[in-house]
């Protein structure tokens, strides 16, 4: 009698190392899922972005200069537009500035620009429609956001004039 009382006092301590041995299991799993699962993103540059017009006629141009700062890479940025006009307003969303004229990574003084009157319009998607924007001087509204960071960089409202 004796041996089966030892016996029986063994099970239930058998029964609760197994049950702790499961939890550590699972909570060193989920620990590993969650860890991984967390998208850490990329601390966004310090800059000091200028987004303005420039030239006349066929030579008209929009410039984005950076004018302090961190320098960035061109490809992790995107731009968004929005020309307002007496006619009907034009969104754009999520324009690349590799498509711009310039360099790879754009450093303090430097600059990118669309280049000429008619890849502002291809970049603004007016279709035929920037030089009524001019004469009406209406407004672009410009975001320039950094995508690693998710950040946004530059924020402005610009006449669309010759200079």
């Known amino acids: 009698m004796l041996n089966a009382e030892k016996e029986m006092a063994v ?23 969650a860890g991984g699962a967390v998208d850490a993103k990329e601390k966004a540059p310090s800059v000091d972005l200028a987004v303005y017009t420039a030239g006349s006629g066929k030579e008209f141009t929009l410039v984005f200069e950076h004018r302090g700062g961190d320098q960035v890479r061109i490809e992790d940025l995107r731009v968004t537009t929005w020309v307002h006009g007496s006619q009907h307003s034009v969104s754009h969303e999520g324009k690349d500035l590799e498509t711009l004229t310039g360099s790879d990574v754009l450093k303090a003084g430097g600059s990118l620009d669309t280049g000429d009157l008619e890849a502002t319009e291809t970049f603004l998607d007016l279709e035929g429609k920037l030089s009524d924007r001019i004469k009406e001087s209406a407004v672009v509204e410009v975001k320039v956001y950094h995508l690693p960071g998710g950040a946004l960089l530059h924020k402005s409202s610009i006449l669309l004039k010759e200079r």
């Not at 049950?19 to 899922?33: E, G, N, R, W």
């Open 11 to 33: 099970s239930p301590v058998i029964g609760v190392m197994l049950l702790l041995a499961i939890v550590i299991i699972i909570a060193a799993l989920v620990a590993s899922f």
